[in-house]
Structures are given as structure tokens and as C-alpha cells.
């Protein structure tokens, strides 16, 4: 089973609002990444979970807030959230930090702030 | 600084004939790899192949087939016999064996197969 599974599927949020989008995998992957990618663009690396540990933040707003609770879940919050952020969030897993490795994504979670 | 270029933003054919999506990359490292993967409009990126930079040897998939050139740098894929299925926005992808997980995207080629 090559699936990842994110949650919700599209999410619409003022600029005020706290919100979560959750991103899982049960293959014993032990990376987890979080990507952002506007309309006609590539994905833009945001974030990478090594073994449940922050390794990588290609500096993103604070309003953007990661967290990892165990191996299997990796949560993007999202506070105060700016227009230009509207975005499909890609959530992705690796079987472990080596570049070597392919990375296996969820379907996204389509965010428009409003 | 590792790139990876995709000169084709858009290409369209009709159903059953051969089209190659063009991929030139730039790395520093002696060691990296590159990967194919396909974007259809549901959004979910798919891991198509991966190829180390050890390994020139070409491969074939059913109807997919890849050219790895380190000569040129370049990481080409073909469809033969393309079906309408394969209409999707696909992307060339760059990681370095010292590049700490980055996975470095090109620009991405949609691709269009008409009936």
C-alpha cells in the first residue's frame, strides 16, 4: 500500500481563522514533508519530519506552524493566513531521510483564504 | 546550485502517437538522482521512476520508456502510443546525495492527448 491520505480534501478559512490539515501514512515511512503549489507551478518544499524531528523549514511564515506526533501523522496549523496563501497543500513520505529514496504523496488539501 | 529545466510548459498530440517530455538538469554532485512524476487535474503527484547518477542504463515501462544522458544531462521520457489517459502535467525532480532531502522540481510539462 503506497497510500498517503490527507485530510480535509478542500478547506475554505478567513484570514482569522485556526484551522488544521492533517496528512497520514501507515507504509513505516519515517519522513514526512509538507509542500505548497500554486496553480501552474511545481511544488514548493515547506517542511521536512525526519524520525518525528523538525529537519528542514525552508523558512516559512510562523503562520504556518508543523507538527509531527508520532511516525504516522504529520499536521500543517494554519493561523492568520494571508489571500496569497490559498494553495494546494501537498503532503509527502519517504522511507527514511536519504535523497535516494522516492517520495510518495497525498492527494492535497485545497486551501482558499478568503 | 542544483536546477532542473523543463523547456516544454505545454505539449499537444493526438491520441496514439509517440511524444518525449524533455528534462536537463544542473548538479554539482557526483551522486544524485532524478525522478519522474506524473500530476493528473485530481492533483496527487505519482512516482513514475528513479534513476541514480550510476546508472545510464535506459528503461522501459509498458508504454513508458526513459533516456538518462549524464553526457548531456539530461533525463528525457517517452510515451509510445499515448492514450488520452496519459493527459496530465508531469515533472522532472533533482535530489542530490548531499542535498539533506531536498527534492528540487522543474517547471513541469502538460501534456495533452486528444481523442
Known amino acids: 500500500d503506497t497510500e498517503v491520505t490527507q485530510t480535509p480534501k478542500h478547506l475554505v478559512m478567513g484570514m482569522t481563522n485556526k484551522k488544521s490539515l492533517k496528512c497520514e501514512q501507515h507504509m513505516g515511512h519515517r519522513a514526512m514533508y509538507w509542500y505548497k503549489q500554486k496553480a501552474k507551478k511545481p511544488p514548493e518544499l515547506m517542511f521536512v519530519?525526519?524520525?518525528?524531528?523538525?529537519?528542514i523549514n525552508e523558512s516559512v511564515p510562523s503562520r504556518f506552524s508543523p507538527e509531527c506526533p508520532n511516525s504516522s501523522l504529520l499536521n500543517l496549523h494554519l493561523h492568520a493566513l494571508q489571500p496569497e496563501d490559498s494553495a494546494l497543500y501537498l503532503c509527502?513520505?519517504?522511507?527514511?531521510?536519504?535523497?535516494?529514496?522516492?517520495?510518495?504523496f497525498g492527494p492535497g488539501t485545497r486551501l482558499t483564504v478568503t | 546550485a542544483q536546477k532542473v529545466t523543463q523547456a516544454q510548459t505545454e505539449i499537444s498530440v493526438v491520441e496514439k502517437e509517440d511524444v518525449t517530455l524533455d528534462c536537463v538538469y544542473e548538479t554539482r554532485d557526483t551522486t544524485y538522482y532524478l525522478f519522474w512524476y506524473k500530476q493528473p487535474p485530481s492533483g496527487e503527484l505519482v512516482f513514475l521512476i528513479r534513476?541514480?547518477?550510476?546508472?545510464?542504463q535506459n528503461e522501459i515501462s509498458g508504454r513508458y520508456s526513459w533516456n538518462f544522458q549524464k553526457s548531456t544531462s539530461s533525463f528525457n521520457f517517452t510515451i509510445t502510443a499515448s492514450q488520452v489517459v496519459d493527459s496530465a502535467v508531469y515533472f522532472c525532480a533533482l535530489s542530490e546525495a548531499g542535498g539533506a532531502q531536498k527534492l528540487v522540481f522543474g517547471q513541469g510539462t502538460r501534456l495533452t492527448i486528444n481523442p
Open positions: 534513476r541514480n547518477s550510476f546508472d545510464e
Open positions: 509527502a513520505s519517504s522511507q527514511g531521510r536519504d535523497p535516494s529514496y522516492e517520495q510518495y
Open positions: 519530519y525526519s524520525y518525528e524531528k523538525l529537519s
